[in-house]
């Protein structure tokens, strides 16, 4: 069975630095997709990101990016300029076409101005 | 495109009563997705439908869990006999099965449910 491991319970990050977040997976398929979701506290669940595994490339939507080590298993979530809006509970979850999503535990994100 | 949608957004019961949920999807998505989540964890899978076709079963999902997509279209989740293990918030999630779209899956809001 697939699992998603994402070790930091917590992470802090200063307003306009940096902070990447950590995700580690176990699949023994080639072809899948893994996400970046954001939950605010008492508010519902955003996609941030997505990255499919056969694109080499690695994912970019705007301030946040991923670092995707197919070999490795991992799938780092970096947020530049963060913004006191950021702050929140980020899930990875891990895919294969549409079936159901394999969630981590979360890592708190708090953002100090 | 109104988003999914959930109802009630909150309910409290009392344990051994039944309840049921109500989930919504974006109008043009065929498959149906229920989780659980319980405080500070990430959701679990409970079950998932394309159109009516109810495709998967998670070993969470107990005898008292049912799931129910009658037309395709929106979802119920019934709870019978309810235990306090079952208090956590219940998320449903909506996407697409057209080749080529990237199977992203869009949550609504959730149902907490409290089991006293």
Known sequence: AQTVTQSQPEMSVQEAETVTLSCTYDTSESDYYLFWYKQPPSRQMILVIRQEAYKQQNATENRFSVNFQKAAKSFSLKISDSQLGDAAMYFCAYGEYGNKLVFGAGTILRVKS | ?116
């Open chain 2, 1 to 116: 495109d109104t988003g999914v949608s959930q109802d009630p957004r909150h309910k409290i019961t009392k344990r051994g009563q039944n309840v049921t949920f109500r989930c919504d999807p974006i109008s043009e998505h065929n498959r149906l997705y229920w989780y659980r989540q319980t405080l500070g964890q990430g959701p679990e899978f409970l079950t998932y439908f394309q159109n009516e076709a109810q495709l998967e079963k998670s070993r969470l999902l107990s005898d008292r869990f049912s799931a129910e997509r009658p037309k395709g279209s929106f979802s119920t989740l019934e709870i019978q006999r309810t235990e306090q293990g079952d208090s956590a918030m219940y998320l449903c999630a909506s996407s697409t099965s057209r080749t080529g779209d990237p199977y992203e899956q869009y949550f609504g809001p959730g149902t907490r449910l409290t089991v006293t």
